[in-house]
């Protein structure tokens, strides 16, 4: 026989799970894969499974928590700092969310990096600005536009930077008060959840399947993959 | 014991600061809500796979956390007042 793809396709074994229901096989392709995709877009990996119900339900539930809470929050509480003193560790729960949650790093990356400002100078999930941070020029000024508690003399000239004099975090606590904390919390919540979809799309259901479906599964009454 | 001291709170008169203390609490309370509907229906899609199944132990689940959360947010209010 020729050996092609689809041959190959075949004869490599499946991993399946046990619907804890009724015991049928869950087709699982390729846990690894639809674990990184669950990752990076809550769902994805059901959905590459097949399991379009729960991939649906996943992305709505996750994404839509997400969101929410990024707008409850003002836009504001989802950021990366890693800055001895301003350690965000919400952004730990938040970066389980996947992608959606990506920009804040890159964002942090970028303004604690040579260029001092987050990319295109969108201050979208930048972190928020210490006291003695030295920023660019274009970026003092798109905050001191866009913010109006910030103005040129919230920073010290120091060309070809500026430096900031206030903490731009409690500017945003005292303006957004109790909203910031619940923003957080959805957010973080978001993030974490998506733990345990990661896991379903790498392992299947974490319901225990009873006594009768692994009989039914034993006995091959399952073939019928979801 | 909960139960006993919420009603020797409205028994005593104190039941207005009680009451004041929970109201203080209903914006968390509220957003809270949400957030304890969608671990409930996340709890209950990584244990099921019959979308029916997941409805019902969504349900479950809402009703688990929901007393337990209760609780605790009913002893944090009468330790609240104790003190």
Redesign the interface.
Known sequence: MAVTPRNIENARPRIVAI????G?A?DLKNPALAALLSWCVPGLGQLYQG?T??GR??MG??LG?FL?GLW?GGGKVVYASWKPGDTRWAYVCQAGAGLVALPAAVQSMQIHGVAKQPLFCSTFMAPPLTPGQYVSRAYADVLTRSDPEIDGDSFFDKPPLKQFRGEQVSIWQRRLG?WFD?GT??TM??GM?NV??I??AFAG???TPTDEDRKAHKEGKDTKP? | MIFSALVAGICSGSFPLLFAQLVDRV??IL?GL??MA??S???A???????A??RFAAIHWAVWLGGILGLVLAAVLLLGWFA
């Open positions: 619907s804890p229901d009724d049928s869950i399991r119900y729960k339900l996943f539930a996750i928590t929410a409850l109790r619940i919390l959805y919540l978001a959840l345990l979809v896991y379903d259901p974490l319901g979801r | 914006p968390g957003f949400p957030l969608l671990a229906l996340i709890f899609a990584t244990h099921h796979e019959d979308p199944e997941i």
